[in-house]
């Protein structure tokens, strides 16, 4: 006969050890408080508990509530950290889901166990904001593809609509010094459109989104999109979007949030994806330099001359087009996701041209060339004159370094390739407590 306690039992290097003593989850009962009732039912699982246990599932890689109660049961580490004895009862792991269920708000606590982490890591010099990559990875939702069923919808306007309005104010002012005209905002006339679009959508999970992407599984998924600061890989923000949504719809959102309430950006970086024209205006207006890889010019497909063959003129401010002829600036155009500078030739140079045939497309219509131009494409310009500079470059790798290695780690090791729980929500959760981890972990390794 052996007389030992749990506390005998568990290693002095064990990591729930040092996750213990550097994790103070005293926040969760402040963010609970108003869930439990102090008068009424039978005494509650404490909620520290409960987060405990949820942590060590994702710490572990363990897929689902039902398994992580059945690792505690046998594992003395787990009953150690959740401050169990050895014939005390594991949590059942239905009372766990069916709490999450019913009680939604208790997922703020999510969001906080999260902002605390990445609150410590900042105290502990872990994250300085010089260079902060993003990227975005799918996470298979628990639908089937044979769930999905194409239905229409209203095609909505673009998520930086209401940004783009204070642009559009300006772009005008600029027309009307620069060639005397005013034109109207097109806002109401866009809104009005109410374009149809055809999607797919889960009747499982109809929150997820249907992934399209080549080289990725096809069907609902939802998408993970991870700020990482790249001093020590610790992701500063994070969001969740259904799999159909475009990588840079959050991107701006998340850069502000991440530069205004966790850590200064001094160096946004992300690939081709994230090389929209608005943001390079919005993160320079915020002091930042986006380091992005260059996104491809979508080359015209009816006509054999490309916008990359006019050649922009800054002191007149006109492009010349390859017959040499001068395109000037006519109007400002807006769509649903960007606004467009349009410069047009002169129908009588493009009549006499003998280029005709090869610049023009039933698209110009009035018999004259056009050449569309972003808003903000002089921002972009500026970002990637600095392309070929060590600094960009290093910028680049790191995120392809940092970013990419997160998700490879967290997919491997902490349940980031599926959700298990149905909804936007639940997939956020899922998705923090796999960021938490990740977090914690590199938080105890570079500090221990
Ligand atoms: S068709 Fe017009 S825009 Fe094209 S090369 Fe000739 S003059 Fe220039």
Redo the contacts with the bound molecule.
């Keep these: 006969m052996h007389m030992v306690t749990i506390e005998d039992l568990m290693p002095q290097e064990h990591f729930l050890r040092k996750l213990e003593a550097a994790l103070d989850l005293s926040f969760v009962y402040e963010e609970t408080a108003p869930l439990y009732s102090k008068k009424y039912g039978r005494p509650p699982i404490d909620p520290v508990v409960i987060v405990k246990y949820l942590l060590v599932g994702f710490l572990y890689g363990i897929p689902s509530e039902r398994q992580i109660e059945q690792r505690i049961q046998t594992d003395i580490a787990l009953r150690w950290y959740l401050g169990l004895d050895l014939f005390d009862r594991v949590p059942d792991h239905s009372t766990v889901s069916q709490l999450r269920r019913r009680k939604p708000s208790f997922r703020k606590v999510f969001r906080r166990l999260f902002e605390e982490v990445v609150g410590q890591c900042i105290e502990k010099g872990l994250v300085s904001g010089r260079v902060v990559g993003t990227d975005s990875t799918h996470v298979r939702a628990n639908a089937s593809r044979t769930s999905e069923e194409l239905v229409e919808v209203v095609e909505e306007a673009g998520v930086y609509w209401e940004k783009l309005d204070a642009y559009e104010e300006e772009g005008l002012e600029r027309l009307a010094a620069q060639i005397g005209k005013r034109r109207k905002k097109r806002v109401k006339q866009i809104k009005r459109d109410n374009r149809r679009t055809h999607k797919r959508i889960s009747r499982t999970d109809p929150e997820a989104g249907h992934l399209k992407r080549p080289g990725k599984p096809e069907g609902p998924h939802y998408l993970s999109h991870q700020a990482v600061d790249s001093d020590y890989g610790i992701i500063v923000g994070q969001t969740v979007t259904p799999g159909d949504v475009n990588d840079s719809a959050p991107y701006l959102d998340l850069m502000e949030y991440v530069h205004t309430n966790v850590v200064p950006i001094q160096i946004a970086t992300a690939d081709a994806a994230y090389d929209f024209p608005l943001a390079h205006r919005v993160l320079g207006d915020l002091g930042i330099d986006f380091f992005v890889r260059p996104q491809k010019t979508a080359v015209r497909a009816n006509t054999q001359?490309t916008r990359d063959d006019?050649r922009y003129d800054e002191g007149s401010n006109v492009y010349l087009?390859?017959?040499?002829?001068e395109?000037r600036l006519r109007r400002l155009a807006r769509s649903a996701s960007g606004l467009f500078w349009e410069y047009q030739?002169?129908?009588r140079?493009?009549a006499?041209?003998?280029?005709?045939d090869?610049?023009?497309s039933e698209n110009d219509r009035r018999g004259?060339?056009k050449v569309s131009v972003s808003y903000f494409t002089a921002d972009r310009r500026r970002n990637l004159e600095r392309r070929c500079s060590p600094e960009y470059r290093e910028a680049l790798k790191l995120r392809q370094i940092w970013c990419e290695g997160t998700f490879a780690a967290q997919k491997r090791e902490h349940n980031l390739t599926r959700v298990l729980r149905r909804g936007i929500e639940a997939a956020e959760d899922h998705c923090l407590l796999s960021a938490a981890v990740m977090n914690l972990k590199r938080m105890i390794k570079y500090t221990d």
Aim: hydrophobic share 35%.
């Design positions: 001359f006019f087009c390859p017959g040499e002829k395109l030739a002169d129908k140079d493009c006499a041209c003998p280029l005709h090869k610049c023009l004259a060339r």
